[in-house]
Nanobody, 115 residues
Framework: QVQLEESGGGLVQPGGSLRLSCTAS????????MGWYRQAPGKQRELVAT???????IYGDSVQGRFTISRDNFKNRVDLQMNSLEFEDTAKYYC?????????WGQGTQVTVSS
């Protein structure tokens, strides 16, 4: 089965940086799009960033200019570079992939921003 595995979550201070990685069990060329969503307790899951196979990307308004999504086809991986982290960025981050029109989700990795 197709699987996505996240890594890189942890505790970081406000203003700090963190890089999340999502590794797929198959070539990410098979994904129409991949990206990241996040969900904090008591809140709805929201879009963080996605990148399409053609290369275009979109970002949630709250992370625009601070986060950058990238793709590494050789490593079957999509990364999320997070800079200038804020308290509001605290959430569980989930990797997402549109695998030939089928939604695939990772188990998630926790990001906590705290002083």
């Amino acid at each position: 089965q197709v699987q996505l595995e996240e890594s890189g979550g942890g505790l970081v201070q406000p203003g700090g940086s963190l890089r999340l990685s999502c590794t797929a069990s198959v070539s990410i060329f098979n994904f129409n799009a991949m990206g990241w969503y996040r969900q904090a307790p008591g809140k709805q899951r929201e879009l963080v960033a996605t990148i399409r196979k053609i290369g275009s990307s979109i970002y949630g308004d709250s992370v625009q200019g601070r986060f950058t999504i990238s793709r590494d086809n050789f490593k079957n991986r999509v990364d999320l570079q997070m800079n200038s982290l804020e308290f509001e960025d605290t959430a569980k981050y989930y990797c997402y992939g549109d695998y030939r029109s089928t939604d695939v989700w990772g188990q998630g990795t926790q990001v906590t921003v705290s002083s």
